[in-house]
């Protein structure tokens, strides 16, 4: 049994209606990363300074030494970046990425951000790379990180986000804090649940193309112009989208550092001006999307097709291609992962396995299907799904005539080509039926098997979607 473990499907066609408050055709939730005082520095106890999204090109880590350059501009942030930006968005509800070590060097800040009414989040106990850090000590940093934020804050933190992620955060934070959700995703434009910690934990996904992160790096903002062009487009996608009835969330990155800089802030102001004159728009934390969207959207209950253990799966999915079960057998084998948690990934696992089996076998499934208005159907003998198939058409309320054409029609072709007349009588009339059995029967053997073959497929998929939706 393999199970993949990245969710490669989502939503897929079928988009939930996010129903923002308002019935706002646009979310946007913006967040202000609050890292500055909590970056590496040999002062935090850290092996080398930071090399990491600022001003300097090519910056790297200097090993045992402090760094001026990199410090004074990380400093920029918070002496001045941050109030530049407080100051143009101090009435519009935002959430702060807090770095806790950070916060607890910002007094200042921290109140400001808690005046203007503004969630902070936790963004981890410090802004340093966690990918080659052993599960136990990232552990106990999203624990210190919880409570150095809890004091410095005056209540616990409801969001997580912290960025430079390991393969553990996300299950280690589910775990460690009651979190409304955690943001360390970018695989969606909206809020989705997933499995972690050993419960059903909420993701709203974060950006990285509106960031203004892309000021630096090497494939980024060369000037404000670029960070404006990037948010307006976004929100004019997203917002029309939210006019033709699938409303999404929109996420836009900013540092103090960064944003904050006169060079670049007057972007973020033609930005929020041309948002703000839109109708319909809700500006929101992600704490309220978060908040909102597990009342609307509450988590999953119940085993997904991709989670049942093999005995429960065949017994679900055992007679979809008719009395075959070791169709389903072989495909629980398989790979299955979240994308086969729908019709169309069902359908798609057992098809491979039908598709892949000998002519022999194969022809076992033709063969177990029964004759149209035959005589199993007249002696009450089909299985729930084939009677219930046959009815929809009117196969169950055949006139003699009727009856006896298709009992010729059955024994003539079953006689020439060794297997019943298969169609997905769902997609058919009783008349369209007759037609296609009379074209059909004139059909050379191996023509007819692929098409008979088809016909099974089919009829296994409307099965499928009559039984887990579309």
């Given at each position: 049994?393999?199970?993949?473990?990245?969710?490669?499907?989502?939503?897929?066609?079928?988009?939930p209606?996010?129903?923002?408050?308002?019935?706002?055709?646009?979310?946007?939730?913006?967040?202000l990363?609050y890292?500055?005082?909590?970056?590496?520095?040999?002062?935090?106890?850290?092996?080398?300074?930071?090399g990491?999204?600022?001003?300097?090109?090519?910056?790297?880590?200097?090993?045992?030494?402090?760094?001026?350059?990199?410090?004074?501009?990380?400093e920029?942030?918070?002496?001045?970046?941050?109030?530049?930006?407080?100051?143009?968005?101090?009435?519009t509800?935002?959430?702060?990425?807090?770095?806790?070590?950070?916060?607890?060097?910002?007094?200042?800040?921290?109140?400001?951000?808690?005046?203007?009414?503004?969630?902070?989040?936790?963004?981890?106990?410090?802004?340093?790379?966690?990918?080659?850090?052993?599960?136990?000590e990232?552990?106990?940093?999203?624990?210190?990180?919880?409570?150095?934020?809890?004091?410095?804050?005056?209540?616990?933190p409801?969001?997580?986000?912290?960025?430079?992620?390991?393969?553990?955060?996300?299950?280690?934070?589910?775990?460690e804090?009651?979190?409304?959700?955690?943001?360390?995703?970018y695989?969606?434009?909206?809020?989705?649940?997933?499995?972690?910690?050993?419960?059903?934990?909420?993701?709203?996904?974060?950006?990285?193309?509106c960031?203004?992160?892309?000021?630096?790096?090497?494939?980024?903002?060369?000037?404000g112009?670029?960070?404006?062009?990037?948010?307006?487009?976004?929100?004019?996608?997203?917002?029309?989208?939210?006019?033709?009835?699938?409303?999404?969330?929109?996420?836009?990155?900013?540092?103090?550092r960064?944003?904050?800089?006169?060079?670049?802030?007057?972007?973020?102001?033609?930005?929020?001006?041309?948002?703000?004159?839109?109708?319909?728009?809700?500006?929101?934390?992600?704490?309220?999307?978060?908040?909102?969207?597990?009342?609307?959207?509450?988590a999953?209950t119940?085993?997904?097709?991709?989670?049942?253990?093999?005995?429960?799966?065949?017994?679900?999915?055992?007679?979809?291609?008719?009395?075959?079960?070791?169709?389903?057998?072989?495909?629980?084998?398989?790979?299955?992962?979240?994308?086969?948690?729908?019709?169309?990934?069902?359908?798609?696992?057992?098809?491979?396995?039908?598709?892949?089996?000998?002519?022999?076998q194969?022809?076992?499934v033709?063969?177990?299907?029964?004759?149209?208005?035959?005589?199993?159907?007249?002696?009450?003998?089909?299985?729930?799904?084939?009677?219930?198939e046959?009815?929809?058409?009117?196969?169950?309320?055949?006139?003699?005539?009727?009856?006896?054409?298709?009992?010729?029609?059955n024994?003539?072709?079953?006689?020439?080509?060794?297997?019943?007349?298969?169609?997905?009588?769902?997609?058919?009339?009783?008349?369209?039926?007759?037609a296609?059995?009379?074209?059909?029967?004139?059909?050379?053997?191996?023509?007819?098997?692929?098409?008979?073959?088809?016909?099974?497929?089919?009829?296994?998929?409307?099965?499928?979607?009559?039984?887990?939706?579309?």
């Amino acid at each position: 049994m393999i199970r993949y473990p990245r969710d490669m499907a989502g939503y897929g066609p079928n988009i939930p209606n996010a129903n923002w408050p308002g019935g706002a055709k646009i979310a946007v939730q913006i967040v202000l990363n609050y890292e500055e005082g909590g970056e590496n520095n040999i002062l935090h106890g850290d092996a080398a300074s930071e090399g990491f999204l600022s001003e300097i090109t090519g910056a790297a880590p200097w090993p045992g030494m402090r760094h001026w350059n990199m410090e004074t501009i990380y400093e920029y942030g918070s002496r001045a970046g941050f109030w530049r930006v407080h100051s143009l968005l101090k009435d519009t509800p935002i959430t702060v990425y807090g770095v806790a070590t950070a916060l607890a060097r910002a007094p200042e800040q921290v109140k400001a951000m808690k005046d203007a009414g503004w969630e902070i989040a936790s963004h981890g106990l410090k802004w340093v790379e966690h990918k080659d850090m052993p599960a136990e000590e990232e552990r106990k940093q999203i624990r210190e990180a919880i409570r150095l934020h809890t004091e410095v804050v005056g209540e616990p933190p409801r969001g997580w986000y912290t960025g430079r992620c390991s393969m553990n955060t996300i299950p280690l934070a589910a775990e460690e804090a009651d979190l409304a959700y955690i943001a360390d995703s970018y695989s969606d434009d909206l809020p989705y649940w997933m499995e972690a910690g050993g419960k059903q934990q909420l993701i709203v996904p974060y950006t990285m193309d509106c960031n203004d992160m892309r000021f630096a790096i090497q494939a980024g903002y060369t000037q404000g112009a670029d960070f404006e062009a990037m948010v307006r487009d976004a929100f004019d996608v997203l917002y029309a989208e939210g006019q033709a009835g699938a409303p999404k969330m929109m996420s836009i990155g900013l540092h103090c550092r960064l944003i904050g800089r006169p060079s670049r802030m007057a972007a973020l102001k033609r930005v929020m001006e041309y948002m703000s004159s839109h109708e319909g728009v809700w500006f929101a934390t992600r704490e309220q999307i978060a908040d909102h969207w597990a009342a609307e959207h509450p988590a999953p209950t119940g085993l997904r097709p991709s989670q049942m253990d093999r005995d429960t799966f065949v017994r679900e999915f055992g007679g979809i291609f008719e009395h075959s079960p070791w169709i389903a057998e072989t495909a629980h084998a398989g790979e299955l992962g979240t994308y086969s948690d729908s019709a169309a990934g069902v359908h798609n696992a057992l098809a491979r396995v039908f598709r892949s089996a000998s002519e022999e076998q194969r022809l076992g499934v033709l063969t177990a299907h029964p004759d149209l208005a035959g005589k199993l159907a007249a002696a009450g003998r089909l299985t729930a799904e084939s009677t219930n198939e046959q009815a929809s058409a009117g196969l169950n309320l055949l006139t003699d005539a009727e009856r006896a054409s298709f009992t010729d029609l059955n024994d003539r072709y079953t006689e020439k080509f060794g297997f019943p007349f298969i169609i997905a009588v769902k997609d058919n009339t009783k008349a369209g039926i007759l037609a296609a059995f009379q074209r059909r029967i004139g059909n050379d053997r191996a023509t007819e098997f692929a098409e008979a073959c088809k016909q099974v497929e089919r009829i296994a998929e409307l099965r499928l979607i009559e039984k887990l939706g579309a």
